[in-house]
């Protein structure tokens, strides 16, 4: 009904889509002037009265928008402020969260601090030189407490560095030789104030001063004391002062640092002293230094031609006060290995490797060459031979130095090239007879690879002079077998009987006699040697190795086999079984078998040139 009466006044052809309608005012306008124009022809009263209507409609809905426009600017502008001050709110929450991991950060930054200084004070073991007082006359001349005491302290620098040795040294340092000050604000104690009054009451450090002065009758006297250091004093005339300064820096060297000192007098050939003052100075040394000092004392007695008994019972003295003393149980392995009895060194080995909780273990690796030579592990023994090198001035901790080790692994890998680059590569040391001597060792092993017969038995007879030398033969047992058999090749088979009449109970000496007899046509002797070799040390892989060869030699394939492969059992990472496995499957028409040998071996082997001729003849079949 009212759609029908606002039609008949408005009339239905004027209506208009909602989505085309005006905006509010102006559609309230057009609709007062419709209404009006629809009512003028009728009555005008009415018409006037519909149009003040409309118009009073009309500037209404004009004051609510002003007032909706009012009040939206007022919401926007409470918007702005609510967001201004939501801003600031998370503004000075995050900066009062960040200042706070600031305090935070700083409070762990001095924590970890103040427990670096603490663990550092506890574990510190330095030996401190402390400024001598020097007489006024000698500082006038320039000569004063400081000078005496760097001149100390250089001098205990050079015992250090000269010392191999795996048992851990004292840091050295001058009292005035650091001088760096942080404040702690309002109590004018430095960091290095703290940190040495931290060392003071809890460390383990070794302060040591002294005084230098004129002698009535015009000589000099140094003397030197620190906390277990009793005061001693060295006298010489008024131009020994290098003298004495090495006299004093011995003395605190040694009772600093007794376990170093002994391994330094073995290193430098003082045997006798080493041995002397182990047995005076185990007793009242520190519960920490005692395996050293048993361990030094053992090799002092090894070097001097002592007992083999007494030295390994020293070595196993040294692993009941420490149980993890690795280098120890690696001297146990060299002490067994000395008096014939490897396959006992053999289980010296297993039984540290199951102290060490398997291999790898606690046990590092360097201490493992004595087992890996028995076992022909050559590149772990390399590995471990230059790793140690390389962490200890370029010689290692051993008792020879590193360089002809490494080339003695390399001629046992057939690596010519690398072998004489280690040995011109070594650095000399007058104190350390191995180097010549194994310098001779590996120049005749090469000559006898490259067949040249009368070269390899002039350095095997001179490896073998320089042998007699205990500190050359403890540390190379059984190396004087090899000569042997560089006199039987050069002719000289008077030479090679007699010295493997006297060479001891190695394997290599009687798996090389077996080679020996062999050559001579003595097969029935040949062939009890390598028994016998095998017999004296079954877990070594060596003797069964020269026995496949010579088997195969004589034609017994399936025996030769069945010895290579026990060789391999036994020496897995040995190159050399499983060449001349390899080369036997070859001969009897098996290349893929044999192509398989030979691959295996070259990882053990990467630079034999034999080797890698054999594989490439098979290849190509």
């Known amino acids: ?255 600093s640092q007794p376990a170093r000192w002994t391994s330094y007098l073995t290193e430098v050939e003082r045997n006798a002293e080493a041995i002397a003052f182990s047995r005076a100075a185990l007793a009242s040394a520190d519960p920490s230094e005692r395996p050293g000092i048993l361990n030094s004392w053992a090799i002092a007695v090894e070097n001097s031609g002592g007992s083999a008994r007494e030295a390994l019972a020293l070595f196993r003295a040294a692993v009941k006060l420490q149980p993890d003393s690795w280098v120890a149980y690696s001297n146990i392995q060299n002490s067994l290995m000395m008096s014939g009895d490897e396959e006992g060194a053999w289980r010296a080995g297993e039984d540290m490797r199951a102290a060490a909780g398997g291999r790898p273990g606690r046990a590092p690796e360097t201490y493992y060459v004595n087992w890996d030579t028995l076992t022909w592990n050559l590149q772990a023994w390399l590995y471990a031979t230059v790793a140690n090198a390389e962490a200890n001035a370029g ?113 290599d000496c009687y798996r090389f006699r077996g080679d020996i007899l062999d050559g001579r046509d003595d097969w029935p002797g040949a062939q009890k040697a390598y028994a016998d070799a095998v017999a004296l040390a079954p877990d070594l892989p060596a003797a069964y190795f020269s026995w496949g060869v010579a088997l195969a030699k004589h034609g017994d394939l399936a025996a030769a086999q069945a010895k290579l492969k026990d060789a391999n059992q036994r020496g897995p990472h040995w190159a050399d079984p499983l060449k001349a496995w390899g080369d036997m499957l070859a001969k009897q028409g098996h290349a893929k078998e044999a192509l398989a040998n030979y691959k295996e071996a070259l990882k053990y082997a990467p630079n034999w040139k034999q080797l890698k001729k054999a594989r490439e003849a098979v290849a190509k079949q």
């Open 1 to 255: 009904m009212a759609k029908g009466m606002l039609g008949g006044i408005l009339g239905d052809e004027d209506e208009k889509p909602e989505a085309e309608a005006p905006e509010p005012l102006a559609a309230v306008e057009a609709f007062a002037a419709a209404v009006a124009a629809k009512l003028a022809g009728n009555d005008p009263g009415v018409a006037r009265k519909t149009e003040e209507f409309l118009s009073d409609q009309s500037h209404l809905l004009k004051i609510q928008a002003r007032h909706l426009e009012d009040e939206h600017a007022l919401r926007v502008a409470h918007l702005r402020n609510q967001l201004r001050e939501e801003k600031v709110r998370r503004f000075g929450l995050r900066l009062r969260v960040g200042f706070q991991l600031f305090i935070a950060l700083v409070a762990t930054i001095i924590g970890i601090g103040t427990a670096i200084m603490i663990r550092d004070a506890v574990t510190s073991r330095r030996v401190v030189i402390e400024p001598f007082h020097s007489a006024p006359a000698l500082a006038a001349r320039g000569i004063d407490g400081e000078v005496v005491a760097g001149a100390l302290l250089d001098q205990l620098s050079h015992l250090q560095d000269a010392t191999r040795s795996s048992f851990a040294a004292r840091n050295l340092s001058s009292a005035w030789a650091s001088n760096i000050r942080l404040d702690v604000p309002e109590t004018g104690i430095s960091i290095s104030e703290i940190s040495r009054l931290l060392r003071e009451r809890f460390g383990h450090d070794v302060h040591i001063d002294g005084s230098l002065i004129e002698t009535p009758t015009g000589g000099l006297a140094l003397t030197v004391r620190g906390n277990g250091v009793p005061p001693t004093t060295f006298g010489g005339s008024s131009t020994e002062l290098q003298k004495l300064t090495v006299e004093a820096a011995e003395y605190v060297y040694s009772k």
């Open 395 to 507: 010689v290692g901790t051993s008792v020879g130095s590193a360089g002809p080790t490494v080339a003695d692994i390399q001629a046992r890998l057939h690596d010519s090239e690398a072998a004489d680059l280690a040995l011109k590569t070594t650095k000399e040391d007058p104190h350390d007879p191995t180097i010549a001597a194994m310098t001779h060792f590996v120049r005749g092993r090469l000559a006898a690879e490259a067949d040249d017969l009368a070269v390899a038995a002039t350095e095997m007879e001179a490896y073998g002079r320089a042998y007699a030398d205990p500190a050359v033969s403890s540390n190379n047992p059984g190396y004087n077998c090899w000569i042997a058999t560089a006199e039987e090749a050069a002719g000289h088979p008077d030479k090679a009987d007699a010295l493997l009449k006297t060479a001891g109970t190695f394997v």
